[in-house]
């Protein structure tokens, strides 16, 4: 733990450990401020890198949105191609062509096939920018460290 204390006009900082003495000296507020902002810039992020992260993330998110959509129109040609399945499994199984076990097996099976490809297409658009913007707030918090250390 660290405390404060206010001495000939200036704040000095010391260790205030209960259970085991202390072998740091007092410090200087102008001195922790200096080795903070040190340390800061350190981790800091450059603004000229910050630019090329942010484009380099707002690329990729096109790309993924362009990929999501790929995926999404594919799986809805799908579902489609099942819902005329089932609609012509329905029209045999009432003209009585197809018996009732294998028209419930055939239903259920494109049922099921069907629920899959909702679920993906959920997961997927759900999932595609679930990266992007923590991404952006940790270049951002990046970038103001550099502003931090300076003031």
Avoid at 93 to 109: A, G
């Amino acid at each position: 733990m660290i405390t404060a204390e206010k001495q000939k006009g200036h704040i000095y900082y010391r260790c205030t450990k209960k259970k085991v003495k202390c072998a740091q000296p007092y410090v200087r507020e102008e001195e922790l401020d200096r080795q903070l902002s040190s340390l800061i810039q350190k981790v800091s992020l450059r603004a000229d890198w910050a630019e090329k992260l942010l484009a380099m993330a707002e690329r990729d998110n096109v790309v993924s949105a362009q990929s999501v959509s790929a995926f999404v129109q594919e799986s809805q040609i799908k579902i489609r191609a099942i819902n005329t399945k089932l609609q012509r499994l329905l029209d045999g199984y009432l003209e009585q062509d197809i018996e009732r076990e294998i028209y419930r097996e055939q239903k259920t099976k494109l049922l099921l096939e069907k629920k899959s490809l909702d679920e993906k297409m959920a997961r997927v658009e759900q999932k595609q920018n679930d990266w992007l913007e923590p991404l952006q707030n940790w270049i951002k918090v990046a970038l103001t460290l550099v502003k931090i250390a300076r003031d």
